[in-house]
């Protein structure tokens, strides 16, 4: 191996460090708990070296979000997949939505709420975050019904669950009828 090619790999482990330390922190104690400071004492690198991988906050913000993209389209085409039929694939993509969400809170705002410096629905949307949109649209494109624009009732849907994940997390619906509320989303959304 060569010297470039170890300190390309060195650089890769540091910035993934980086990114895991951060999702850690926000997710023990929240996004304003992190800090370039706490990071680096962490990480046990100095504030320039990770300055030297990451502008700032946002762009860490924006890197735990992509890490996050890929994790819930995963997440989602294995729930799909191990479902049998339209009406149960839908219905295993919002639990496994739902479930992420839940799981995983700060990767969630890191995706959906904060302000990473990512692009969304443009040209420039980073692929990760097409990708996890596309993994919704496999699903439900199947299901939108007659003369319904397969991406827009994606939109539609994945609203409805952002809904119902934000709503529920925040304590303004009470979380014992999330199933009954997946169960609506389904059966009134969903032409199965």
């Given at each position: 191996m060569s010297v470039q090619e170890r300190k390309q790999r060195e650089r890769a482990e540091r910035e993934r460090l980086i990114v895991a330390t951060a999702r850690e922190l926000a997710e023990q104690q929240g996004w304003d708990a992190v800090t370039t400071r706490r990071l680096a004492?962490?990480?046990?690198?100095?504030?320039?070296?990770?300055?030297?991988?990451?502008?700032?906050?946002r762009e860490i913000i924006g890197a735990v979000a992509l890490q996050g993209a890929t994790e819930m389209a995963e997440a989602v085409r294995a729930a799909t997949a191990a479902a049998d039929g339209p009406r149960a694939r839908v219905y295993a993509l919002a639990r496994a939505y739902l479930d992420f969400?839940?799981?995983?809170p700060a990767v969630?705002?890191?995706?959906?709420?904060?302000?990473g410096g990512l692009a969304y629905a443009q040209e420039d949307t980073p692929e990760p975050l097409k990708d996890a949109f596309a993994a919704l649209l496999e699903c439900l494109g199947e299901v939108a019904g007659d003369g319904v624009e397969a991406g827009l009732f994606t939109e539609v849907f994945w609203a409805s669950l952002h809904g119902v994940a934000t709503l529920t997390r925040s304590g303004r619906?009470?979380?014992e009828y999330t199933e009954q509320r997946v169960e609506l989303l389904v059966d009134r959304l969903a032409i199965v």
């Open positions: 004492e962490r990480i046990e690198y100095s504030q320039p070296v990770l300055y030297s991988h990451f502008r700032g906050k969400a839940a799981d995983n969630y705002d890191a995706l959906f709420q904060l302000d619906l009470p979380p």
